[in-house]
């Protein structure tokens, strides 16, 4: 059985499946900024809000990829992937410091 290549469609169900659980996990961390002391909201807020700016940057380079022709998505997925690769890590950081 050989792997077949990930069809561009297959990629971006991939991706909007992984987007939406970003947003998940987002709203989770706005609700527990909602419960931590005032002096913790304000560092909070301002992670949330990176991650989000991060994530709208994503989104548009999802959106490139969405729009690219069957021949061109995969130089656009390069692109995608590093601003990809660049949200987890800063999420994950995040993460760590919501617990």
Same mark, same amino acid.
């Given at each position: 059985?050989?792997? &077949?290549p990930?069809?561009?469609?297959?990629? +971006? #169900?991939? =991706?909007?499946?992984?987007?939406?659980?970003?947003?998940?996990? =987002? !709203?989770e961390? &706005?609700?527990? #900024?909602?419960?931590?002391? #005032?002096?913790?909201?304000? @560092?909070?807020?301002?992670? =949330? +809000? +990176? /991650?989000?700016?991060?994530? !709208?940057?994503?989104?548009t380079? *999802?959106? !490139?990829l969405?729009?690219? @022709? +069957?021949q061109? %998505?995969?130089?656009?997925?390069?692109? *995608?992937? &590093?601003? %990809?690769?660049? /949200?987890?890590? #800063? *999420?994950?950081?995040?993460? @760590?410091?919501?617990?």
């Amino acid at each position: 059985m050989t792997n &077949k290549p990930e069809t561009k469609q297959a990629y +971006e #169900a991939k =991706i909007k499946a992984q987007l939406d659980k970003l947003n998940t996990q =987002i !709203d989770e961390m &706005k609700a527990k #900024a909602q419960q931590v002391k #005032a002096d913790a909201q304000v @560092s909070y807020h301002d992670k =949330i +809000e +990176e /991650l989000s700016t991060q994530r !709208d940057a994503v989104k548009t380079k *999802f959106q !490139d990829l969405q729009n690219s @022709s +069957e021949q061109a %998505w995969g130089d656009v997925k390069v692109g *995608f992937e &590093k601003a %990809w690769n660049d /949200l987890h890590s #800063a *999420f994950d950081s995040a993460l @760590s410091k919501f617990k």
